[in-house]
């Protein structure tokens, strides 16, 4: 019987036949997309689709890559054990968004680059160039490990398949589209693997409501179990979720990822135009909100269906993430290929994220690595070395599954690895961007001691978690299972939470319980503290003229229809105004400051 334990159903024929021929339709999209573009090949696109994608698609591919198989099996997980205070993540996501469209894009736009972290070197030295574009490197790999072992977990408890077999499939179907395809594959294949994402947290809601009743009755039973307290307003910043670490803590942690991660930052500049490449981002928060909203129900049906026997504590599945995949197989077998479509959804938000990694991961090794040693590379050169990166770089993220497997909660662990690395990095974008004083030994100073910070606190907190008063626990029963299996945990009530604690905790315990969603403001906040006075000590302040082109400015704001001139053409795209540009010293080309329409700076 539905939510009473025990064993669940495994795969059916159709479910292997909805499943294969979804991911044989993803990878089928990405080759079509490789094979029409083979006469176009070029470095720009392979990595920016020939800077001529539209809002609408980009916007979706943005959404997809960060919405993986993590979102999938993680976020339903975390409103069944923790409530609602995860939904709070829609604002940061508005904040988020307005700050990346407005400041990071046009700056970003206007510059030509390909790279991120190109901006770095502008701004800064040839060093910190490096070192952004290796943080980013480890960052990545590391988290599409994580993203590789989510889907692979669901499967394994679905299907009993080869967990390994598993990993190593989804590489490979990455490797394939992605080495072939480029950036254009990897959108396109974002763009359906999107739609099966949400189909599939749709197919969990409807039946969870048919179950129970209706919607109403969901929303009742989550009140009743404390699942619906959403707004908690204590400052205590150790608590692991409140009003304040999700709307502060969680806007600068989405923007490094949105802002200066070069898996969404190739995404935006290969729009056609700033106009496209800043709706794209809005659409996407659109879209960001609408994932959230609807992972966050399956999690509350999940909560009303289990109220009364909690999986986890029964015995039934060996982690929390196999929470919802053990429910897809209790209430949906009865309709085959419906779990069939589900293990899909996750398994194309892995697809999405990993292509979209391994791409980007391409493109900065070429671009910030190989191109400053070997200038004089053919466009054939190139290509071939792009597809074999492809290649190299899939296999090493396969690999960094089995560490992702190590790490607990798929959710916390993504964005504590964001948290760790990409927070001193987005410290510095807003060092050199907002600050004239910056100069390279700060900033440098700055990102060093910022990372050495956040990666004491962040692995102490992997190694030392926090205390149960302060990860907000919320209560779950055992009091209606059928006790077919044996549970590991024991307590004297039908009421436990499945948190444990280490035996002993060291003096700096509490320190390393900073909830993990202000690690990423803690690593800003000191890179841009500590290179400020690090740049004013060592005569920032004494700096010659700089670029204006390197600085946020008032016309960026003002800037939403703008024209520029193609950097991949040269010729003035349509609707556009002519008007006088200049070259400055630095070898970027300008408009004329009393005008607001905008011309993309390219290198002369």
Sequence with gaps: MVGTGGPVATFSEWDYV????????????????????????????YFLGGRQMSAVPVAMSLTASFMSGVTVIGTPAEAYLYGTSFWLFGISYVIMSFITAEIFVPLFYRLGI??????????????????????YTMQTILYTGLVIYAPALALNQITGMDLWGVLVATGAVCIVYCTLGGLKAVIWTDVLQMVIMLTGFVAVIARGAVLQGGLDKIWEDAGQGGRLETFDFDPDPLKRHTFWS????????????????????????????????KMALYVNMVGLCVTLSLAMLSGLAMFSIYKNCDPFTNGDVGSTDQLLPYLVMDILAVYPGIPGLFVAAAY???????????NALVAVTVEDFIRPVWKNLSVKQTTWLSMGLSVFFGALCIGMAG??????????????????????LLGLYLLGMLFRTANSIGGLTGMFLSLVLT????????????????????????????????????????????????DVRPPLADFYSLSYLYISFLGTLTTIVIGLLVSMITGGCKQGKLNSQLF????????????????????????????????????FVHCDPTSHDFVEATKL
């Design 18 to 45: 909805v499943f294969a021929g979804t991911i044989v339709g993803a990878a089928g999209l990405g080759l079509f997309q490789a094979f029409r573009g083979r006469k176009e090949s070029s470095s720009a696109e």
């Design 114 to 135: 390909t790279s991120a972290y190109e901006y770095l070197e502008m701004r800064f030295s040839r060093l910190i160039r490096v070192l952004g574009t290796f943080m």
């Design 246 to 277: 999700m709307t502060i803590g969680g806007s600068v942690t989405w923007m490094s990822v949105y802002a200066i991660n070069q898996s969404q930052v190739q995404r935006y500049i290969s729009c056609k135009t700033l106009r496209h490449a």
């Design 348 to 358: 194309s938000g892995t697809l999405s994220t990993v292509s979209s990694s391994i």
């Design 403 to 424: 560490v992702a497997s190590q790490m607990g909660s798929v959710l916390q662990a993504a964005l504590s690895i964001f948290g760790m690395l990409s927070g001193p």
């Design 455 to 502: 990666l004491w606190v962040g692995i102490g907190g992997q190694l030392y978690p926090a205390t149960a008063d302060k990860t907000n626990p919320l209560p779950v029963s055992t009091a209606g299972c059928n006790n077919t299996l044996q549970s590991n945990m024991t307590t004297e009530t039908p009421w436990t939470t499945p948190v444990t604690q280490p």
């Design 552 to 587: 946020v400015r008032k016309s960026d704001f003002a800037c939403f229809s703008c024209s520029h001139k193609s950097q991949v053409s040269g010729k003035t795209e349509k609707g556009a105004t002519e008007f006088d540009i200049g070259a400055d010293k630095s070898g």
